[in-house]
C-alpha cells in the first residue's frame, strides 16, 4: 500500500462506472489502498456504454470484496442538480462524510469544429459536463467536508493549457477547471481542504481511442497512423495508462502532498513540460 493514511477515508470519484476509464482506475486503487469508494455515473442508456460492459453496481461489488473496504454506486449526471442532489443523500446516510473527492467526469460534443462554425448547443453542453459539472458537485460535496477536512482532485487535461486544434469548447472548460481549482484551494485553505487539479496528456482510454478515430476519418489516414504521429509529439515514445494518472490522483490525496494546494500538475509524458 502505497498512502498508508488513505485507509478508511471515503472518496467520490465522478464518471467512474466504466472499467476502461480514468475514473475506475482512480477508484481501485484507492480501495486498493483501503478508502471506501463511491462510484457515480450516467446510467448506461445515457452514457452510450456497451450493454456487455460490466455495470457500475457489479463493479462497486467487486471493489468491496476485492479490498475489504465500503463501496457505493449512484448514478449522476453532473448537469443535473436533482441528481447530485440524490448522490448526496445517499452518500450521507452510507458515510456521513467524504473525505476525497476526484471530480473526473468529462466528455466533448460538436467537434470537429473551430469557433466559428461551432454548434452553440454543443458548446454550451461541453462546458456544462466539464467545468459547471466540477463547481455543481463540489458545491454539493464541500459541506461534507467541512467537518474533518479533506482533499479534492480535477480532472482537467492538457488542453487547458495548450489549445488542441477545432477542439474549443473542452480546451476553454478544462481552463476555467485549471482556474476554478485555484479558486476553490484559496477559498478552501483554512478549513482543510486542499485542492489540486491534474492535466493529462494522450491516456489509452476509449476517450481516446474515439479521438484517434475521428481524426482518422477526417484525415482519409487510419488510427494506427494517428497514434503514430501523436507518439512523436511525447518524450517517453507511449501512451499514459489510466493506473499512471490513478498515481498522481492517489498522491494528490494522501498526506504525501500536504504542502500542495491549488497546482494543476502535467501528466503527460513531456508532452508538456511547461507548467
Ligand atoms: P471516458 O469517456 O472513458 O470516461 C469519462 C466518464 O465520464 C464516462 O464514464 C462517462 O459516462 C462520464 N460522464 C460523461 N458525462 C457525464 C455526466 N454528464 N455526468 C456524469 N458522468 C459523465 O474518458 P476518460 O479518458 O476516462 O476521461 C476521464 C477524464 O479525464 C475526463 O475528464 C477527460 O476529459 C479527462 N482526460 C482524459 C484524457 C485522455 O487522454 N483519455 C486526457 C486528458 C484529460
Redesign the pocket.
Known amino acids: 500500500m502505497m498512502y498508508p493514511d488513505l485507509k478508511n477515508k471515503t472518496a467520490l470519484v465522478?464518471?467512474s462506472?466504466?472499467k476502461?476509464?480514468?475514473?475506475f482506475a482512480i477508484a481501485q486503487k484507492l480501495a486498493a489502498s483501503g478508502a471506501n469508494v463511491v462510484l457515480a455515473?450516467?446510467p448506461p442508456k445515457e452514457?452510450g456504454k456497451n450493454p456487455a460492459d460490466t455495470d457500475m453496481t457489479t463493479l462497486a461489488q467487486v471493489l468491496a470484496e476485492a479490498y475489504s473496504i465500503k463501496s457505493l454506486a449512484v448514478a449522476?449526471?453532473?448537469?443535473r442538480n436533482d441528481t447530485i442532489v440524490k448522490m448526496a443523500d445517499a452518500i450521507k446516510e452510507q458515510f456521513s462524510a467524504i473525505d476525497i473527492l476526484c471530480n473526473?467526469?468529462?466528455?466533448v460534443f460538436g467537434v470537429p469544429n473551430a469557433v466559428h462554425t461551432y454548434p452553440e448547443d454543443a458548446w454550451l453542453k461541453t462546458i456544462d459536463?466539464?467545468l459547471h459539472?466540477v463547481f455543481r458537485v463540489s458545491r454539493a460535496m464541500i459541506p461534507l467536508m467541512m467537518k474533518n477536512g479533506g482533499c479534492i482532485i480535477n480532472?482537467a487535461?492538457?488542453?487547458a493549457k495548450v489549445p488542441p486544434l477545432f477542439n474549443g469548447a473542452y480546451a476553454v472548460a478544462k481552463a476555467g477547471v485549471v482556474m476554478l481549482t485555484k479558486v476553490m484551494a484559496r477559498e478552501l485553505a483554512g478549513s482543510g481542504i486542499r485542492v489540486n487539479a491534474i492535466c493529462?496528456?494522450?491516456?489509452h482510454?476509449?476517450?481516446?481511442r474515439w479521438r484517434f478515430e475521428l481524426e482518422a476519418r477526417i484525415l482519409n489516414s487510419s488510427t494506427e497512423a494517428r497514434e503514430a504521429e501523436m507518439l512523436k509529439t511525447i518524450p517517453l515514445g507511449r501512451l499514459g495508462d489510466?493506473a499512471e494518472v490513478a498515481d498522481l490522483v492517489l498522491f494528490l490525496s494522501s498526506g504525501a502532498s500536504a504542502y500542495m494546494t491549488g497546482q494543476a500538475i502535467n501528466i503527460t509524458g513531456g508532452q508538456l513540460m511547461e507548467l
Request: proline share 3%; no cysteine.
Open positions: 465522478t464518471g462506472g466504466k476502461t476509464g480514468i475514473g455515473d450516467l452514457s449522476l449526471d453532473v448537469t473526473n467526469a468529462g466528455t459536463v466539464n459539472g480532472v487535461s492538457r488542453a493529462p496528456g494522450v491516456i482510454t476509449d476517450f481516446t489510466a
